[in-house]
């Protein structure tokens, strides 16, 4: 995008503001049905809610066939409200209420149970419903190691999700449940947050998952949900070699078309993309306020906040480009890019090196789809507007927020 474009969205949509590319979205899309129904054609892709919930995005996602994979009523009732089809709803998490399950059984929806409280909502459901065959999957807890090393997230031991295989509350699940006379099990989920996000440990969780079902459910299995979690198109600057969608699918196909060989209607195969959906579909826009030097360092001060692109506070400079409203030349230099907010951690890059940017240039921020808009906090300012581009056309899909909503006076007791 050139100076003029980007000027021009600033004066109709405010700045800052993220900018959607639905083509990019779709491509995505394609991409990872693609590879896995190529590969093994009963496949289902069901969307991660969490990771950006924009409702237009989601829309989308519901136009493409996606299922709609959440985890809490919040994102279930989302759901209703942009017109998905309650059975395909994938109700994950670890915090369901008896009226939680109540819906979703109900509705027919996927629900897959993450604790043993659920067993007795499930059982009661049952009970009030006796002439209804109802249908649960169960998330499983597995041991995943590389090399005697966990693989779980953030270096942890153990994962604190899913019904445990090791100390046998999964065969005591399995038992009770298999006591109700109108309940099927049907699906196991093997949901498992990796920060290698290895091909081996999806074929792990995957050849795990069909060993259990093979030993506790038998002919009743209709689907195996092997999570989320996978890479997708990672932009250069990373210096990732990450593996490729067809990688992925290439090792999980593989274990299903084995296990299963022998079975005409074989079972679902449930992917649950987020980052790799979505990462690479927003790019954040800022405008340079000011360029002070503090000692020997500059500072690149932009009416955006490192909540908008990095949430999680991670260190890592995300891929930047600098779109300058004069075509001169400035002084080569090592700068930061810093946020309106008064904490001194805000910081959006670290030592860039390059042409200093003067004030009323814009910096760009791409591949910041995953969990932005979800975690911004209306921090000190207020949540920036998003706005989507469809083969060349610009138009809203989030409103800059403001006082009304900032402090809704519906919500908030003055």
Do not use: W
Not at 43 to 60: A, H, M, Q, R, V
Not at 134 to 162: A, P
Not at 187 to 211: A, D, F, N, P, W
Request: glycine share 6%.
């Amino acid at each position: 995008m050139n100076f003029l474009q980007i000027r021009d969205l600033e004066q109709q949509f405010g700045s800052p503001f993220f900018l959607l590319d639905v083509n990019t979205l779709r491509n995505n899309h394609k991409k990872i049905d693609d590879a896995f129904r190529s590969r093994y054609p009963r496949f289902i892709i069901g969307y991660s809610y969490k990771t950006n919930y924009l409702p237009f995005l989601c829309k989308e996602m519901r136009r493409l066939g996606a299922y709609a994979e959440v985890v809490s009523r919040l994102e279930y009732d989302l759901a209703l409200k942009i017109g998905v089809n309650p059975e395909n709803i994938i109700f994950n998490g670890p915090l369901k209420t008896a009226e939680d399950v109540e819906l979703a059984l109900d509705n027919g929806s996927l629900l897959n149970i993450d604790s043993l409280y659920e067993l007795e909502y499930i059982r009661d459901y049952c009970i009030e419903n006796q002439y209804k065959m109802v249908k649960v999957g169960l998330r499983v807890n597995l041991n995943i190691y590389n090399n005697s090393e966990t693989r779980i997230q953030e270096g942890y031991k153990i994962s604190r999700f899913g019904i445990c295989v090791s100390n046998g509350n999964f065969e005591y699940a399995i038992n009770k449940l298999n006591k109700i006379k109108n309940l099927k099990i049907v699906g196991l989920h093997g949901h498992i947050s990796t920060s290698e996000r290895k091909v081996s440990t999806y074929k792990q969780i995957t050849m795990e998952l069909c060993k259990l079902a093979h030993d506790y459910i038998g002919d009743s299995l209709e689907y195996i949900d092997i999570g989320g979690g996978i890479f997708g198109e990672l932009p250069a600057s990373f210096h990732i070699q990450a593996p490729s969608f067809d990688d992925y699918a290439e090792a999980v196909s593989s274990v299903l078309n084995q296990e299963f060989s022998e079975i005409e209607n074989k079972p679902y195969l449930i992917l649950e993309p987020g980052i790799s959906m979505v990462a690479n579909t927003f790019t954040f826009i800022s405008k340079v306020v000011e360029v002070k030097k503090v000692q020997d360092k500059y500072f690149v001060l932009i009416d955006g906040s490192v909540h908008n692109i990095r949430p999680t506070l991670h260190k890592r400079n995300l891929p930047m480009e600098v779109v300058k409203q004069y075509n001169e030349t400035t002084p080569i230099e090592t700068y930061n890019v810093v946020g309106y907010t008064c904490m001194e951690k805000d910081y959006l890059a670290h030592n860039v090196f390059g042409e200093l940017p003067e004030i009323g240039d814009y910096i760009l921020f791409e591949n910041v789809g995953a969990y932005t808009i979800v975690f911004n906090p209306p921090f000190i300012k207020e949540r920036p507007g998003i706005v989507a581009v469809d083969h060349g056309a610009f138009f809203i899909v989030r409103r800059k927020e403001t006082l009304n909503e900032f402090v809704n006076e519906n919500l908030y007791v003055f």
